[in-house]
């Protein structure tokens, strides 16, 4: 059986930066107010015709990922798509990005997994070349989160902490069994799927004929929904076992762990799983300060930056964890 291993990363994000004093124009909240809550600063927000989507963003990030592995594009042999914002309802963003490389027919996975998308499409990737199916996979996380948001102080409690971008990776066969993915967890838990969700449109809502006949301004089903508390105390619980069932899976502990990048959800649970793990500052990478949540994009985009500022180096173990709607969540345990 194969190993798969990271040959190429690269993230983008839009150039508007929208920071929290921004915000406190349109809602009624504060700089300190969102930093003591979140720990965000700021986010990039996509400007409306700047051409910027969740496949354009995405395949920005895949065709840096993809120069960075030293391949062509042909020798992509499938894409893993992860986002909560499609481009369209159908069909999903794999096929476009497909189209747009300019890429040879292969096949084109869209996966819904929210916050934990990326996790769950490393190990779809990992699963496809251990099998020996697929020698090169394309993962790509993007998010256009703006366009959906409730900018109103209706809204609040959810539209601060959401940002837009993108980060894609390339997998690669590896003949050496002890390099690369190690292993990979996935878990949900569905009992709690209305605790953070988008629920219209959805055709399990209402008819569409009945959305457009009612073309009711105050429905917030339209806008994302999160029972804050709730998620952050299921967060910081499953982040906890998801990263020791993957260090034992490898009979490894936290004091192996030379990096950790957690999903960017919320600045507080990373600091809280670090304590629990006793990890140093050096030991955890965060830049949620900088682009706030951008849920599927938000691993990627911050393992790019933990790898170009060199603190990722061969040999290291490298811990991907995640945490989102659906109850979903996982995590991705890598010797670099």
Request: glycine share 10%.
């Amino acid at each position: 059986m194969y190993n798969s291993k990271i040959t190429g990363l690269g993230y983008y994000v839009p150039k508007n930066v929208v920071t929290n004093d921004d915000l406190s124009k349109v809602i009624e909240t504060n700089d300190a107010w969102i930093q003591e809550r979140t720990g965000i600063q700021e986010r990039r927000h996509v400007i409306k015709g700047d051409g910027d989507t969740t496949t354009s963003m995405g395949v920005k990030a895949a065709k840096i990922a993809i120069e960075r592995s030293g391949l062509h594009k042909d020798d992509i042999d499938f894409i893993v798509f992860a986002t909560l914002s499609p481009d369209y309802y159908f069909p999903g963003p794999g096929v476009l990005v497909q189209r747009d490389l300019d890429i040879k027919t292969i096949g084109a996975l869209d996966i819904r997994n929210q916050c934990s998308g990326f996790v769950y499409g490393i190990s779809v990737a990992d699963q496809y070349i251990k099998s020996g199916m697929y020698k090169n996979v394309l993962v790509i996380g993007s998010e256009l989160h703006s366009h959906g948001l409730d900018m109103t102080t209706r809204g609040r409690g959810v539209s601060v902490i959401f940002g837009d971008g993108a980060g894609a990776a390339v997998l690669s066969r590896e003949e050496d069994n002890t390099k690369g993915i190690l292993s990979t967890h996935l878990h949900s838990e569905g009992q709690h799927a209305e605790e953070l969700s988008l629920i219209a449109p959805g055709m399990g809502k209402r008819w569409v004929t009945d959305i457009i006949a009612d073309n009711d301004p105050n429905d917030e089903s339209y806008f994302p929904y999160m029972n804050g508390q709730f998620v952050f105390k299921n967060a910081v619980v499953r982040f906890s076992e998801v990263i020791m069932e993957g260090l034992g899976a490898n009979n490894l502990t936290p004091a192996n762990i030379n990096m950790l990048v957690p999903h960017q959800a919320n600045l507080r649970i990373s600091q809280f799983i670090q304590k629990k793990f006793g990890l140093q500052d050096d030991q955890v990478f965060n830049n949620i300060m900088k682009y706030g949540n951008t849920t599927a994009a938000s691993i990627p985009i911050a393992l790019t930056e933990a790898w170009e500022q060199g603190k990722i180096k061969e040999g290291d173990l490298v811990v991907l964890a995640a945490f989102g709607s659906g109850f979903t969540w996982g995590s991705v345990i890598i010797k670099w």
